[in-house]
């Protein structure tokens, strides 16, 4: 384990080792950004607008205290979206889809001996292969950490009103009420450093993949299983200190 | 030129190269020759910096390369060819977009340059009009094609193949052979090709090193390989039922040969009479009993130039 920690402290010391031309990688950071963003919006999408409606029939269904205004739906609604539900599921659904398929990737770049290729060329793979993939997932993160907030709201919105829960106006108000903007940038903040856990471990479960096939398989579930642990633990250690 | 000097590598305590020495020379084609796990691939990788080695030096035209410094390996490895046993074409790319590859990424080349170079260097290994394919839509032969032609692409001085013809019928395999001795000729390389295939070292080998659990049993050229009295080599090139018959037709055609020459020899002596114009021919060939007779001297001086 802690061998393991050690060789991944390592590994990311090399992308910044003997790096390409910032040409070079900003031309691959932008091909990175479009696999790992584009391709993500649409499951993004669908399971931000469910976990948003979900949410708002279950905490209709809990509050049916007549003491308690309806308006409180839409305010705990938006506060488990920004806070938990959009960064931290956005990125555990990502953990999945781009993680494993970075993983996988690598892995089979590494057993066809792609990677040996680019170092007889005199080139830094991890550094080639790897940096634009953080970056980009750092870049792009958040924007979709943006989007699922957006839609989750729009979700519990369409939920509340189309059932009868709540009304428009009633959801509205609970949602523009007692609102801190600190919590838009601690979900960023989240979003951030959930992005640069899942693309460094993928990357390294994948860059040290060896074997055949069900080696690449085992790496991208590894790297599936690791992110998603990573990233509660930073979701807990990030709560700590920046709440 | 490439010289190594005592190679040796450890894989968790298993001794895969024990103390491999010798040189490459510019302009052939050197075999790295042994059966499978005797530390070809090992010692290649080893040359080419992919896998450090626990002992021993690697020097390419007479810069040292193991432990140097990272930019004047870095300098050595841009003039590093390499076609791998998979090929180890990009999936993600176009066949042309793997043989600009290094172009883009090694030279200063602009866009019209790289392309007109690419073209050449797929039109040299007979794929003109390939360009826009996926190494998933061609086949094996054509991807070891594409991978000569990004080795090539820029301007390498020395090429290395990893069992070039893997899994390639016959045909296709002499092919590619034939390509790399062209290519090696054409440009004079170094080039370096790790095979097991018996064709090849008869087809295109200039200098054999025959590896045997990981040690250098041997060193020659393919008109010495076939007459060792090493074991080892023997079983191993022997092993090929085509290549036991094709010795068994030699020594056969060898030994009516002598017993032509000797019967030949006692007539004319039976008879006592003056060497005819006949016998003076004989006397110059290479004589079985005698190896360094005056047509056996010139053959080996041959080889050697």
Known sequence: ?243 | MIEIHNIHKAFDGKKVLDGVSGVFETGKTNLLLGASGTGKSVLLKCIVGLIKPDLGSVTFDGTYFTNNKLDIRQEIRRKIGMLFQGSALFDSMTVEQNVEFPLKMLTDMNKEERMDRVNFCLKRVGLEGANKKMPSEISGGMKKRVGIARAIAPHCTYLFCDEPNSGLDPQTAMKIDELIKEITEEYNITTIIVTHDMNSVIEIGDKIMFLYEGKKLWEGTRDEIMDTDIHELNEFIFANRLMRDAKKVEDEEREEEEERRHNGQVASQGKEKAPSEETVETRDEPQPENPDGPAATTQSGNDKV
Do not use: H, W
Not at chain 1, 184 to 193: P, R
């Open chain 1, 1 to 243: 384990m802690l061998q393991s920690f050690g060789k991944y402290l390592l590994f990311m010391q090399s992308l910044f080792t003997r790096k390409e031309s910032a040409k070079i990688l900003f031309g691959r950071t932008v091909d990175e950004a479009i696999l790992i963003g584009i391709n993500s919006i649409f499951i993004v999408a669908i399971v931000s607008t469910f976990i948003g409606a979900v949410t708002c029939v279950q905490v209709a269904y809990n509050l049916n205290n007549a003491f308690i205004p309806r308006s409180t739906i839409g305010f705990m609604v938006r506060e488990m979206t920004i806070l938990e539900l959009a960064p931290t599921i956005t990125s555990i659904v990502l953990a999945g889809k781009v993680g494993s398929s970075i993983a996988g990737g690598l892995g089979t770049m590494q057993i066809t001996e792609q990677v040996d290729a680019l170092e007889v060329m005199g080139i830094n793979s991890a550094s080639y292969l790897v940096l634009p993939k953080v970056v980009a997932a750092i870049l792009v993160f958040p924007m979709l950490v943006i989007l699922a907030m957006f839609l989750s709201i729009l979700g519990g919105y369409l939920a509340g009103t189309l059932s009868g829960e709540l009304t428009p106006q009633e959801y509205i108000t609970g949602i523009r009420d007692q609102f801190i903007p600190y919590n838009i940038t601690f979900a960023l903040i989240k979003s951030v450093v959930f992005a640069f856990l899942i693309s460094s471990i993928s990357s390294f479960r994948g860059y040290y993949t060896s074997g055949g096939a069900l080696e690449v398989g085992a790496a991208s579930t590894a790297a599936v299983t690791n992110s998603v642990i990573a990233i509660l633990i930073g979701d807990f250690v990030l709560a700590y200190i920046l709440l």
